[in-house]
Nanobody
Framework: QMQLVESGGGSVQAGDSLRLSCAASGRTVNRYSMAWFRQVPGKARTFVAA???????YYSESLEGRFMISRDTSKNTAYLEMNRLKPEDTALYFCAGTPSWYRVDWTQRIAYDDWGQGTQVTVSS
């Protein structure tokens, strides 16, 4: 199993940018797909963005193009660049990953085997 550690969360003002990082460690995999989800208290964890091992990217339509996921394979690290942040982006952000090469739907929680502990993002107006 891969260990995932998120970092980069914090408190910002509306309109600011923030970059989250997710470092994967534990075993070497040739191909590893990673994603970001977020959760607010009392609500379900929802999909934000994903990048498959082959480089395909998926985004939640609700983001309106403000976020971008990227990956540095040499560092086994994924990033989530968040721009024009809004108060409704406030959530605990989780990194997820899987060594599986195929999933029917990369936007679903069930597609991922490994999860981090989360990093808090708070956006004030």
């Amino acid at each position: 199993q891969m260990q995932l550690v998120e970092s980069g969360g914090g408190s910002v003002q509306a309109g600011d940018s923030l970059r989250l990082s997710c470092a994967a460690s534990g075993r070497t995999v040739n191909r590893y797909s990673m994603a970001w989800f977020r959760q607010v208290p009392g609500k379900a964890r929802t999909f934000v963005a994903a990048m498959t091992w082959s480089g395909e990217r998926y985004y939640s339509e609700s983001l309106e193009g403000r976020f971008m996921i990227s990956r540095d394979t040499s560092k086994n690290t994924a990033y989530l660049e968040m721009n024009r942040l809004k108060p409704e982006d406030t959530a605990l952000y989780f990194c997820a990953g899987t060594p599986s090469w195929y999933r029917v739907d990369w936007t679903q929680r069930i597609a991922y085997d490994d999860w981090g502990q989360g990093t808090q993002v708070t956006v004030s107006s």
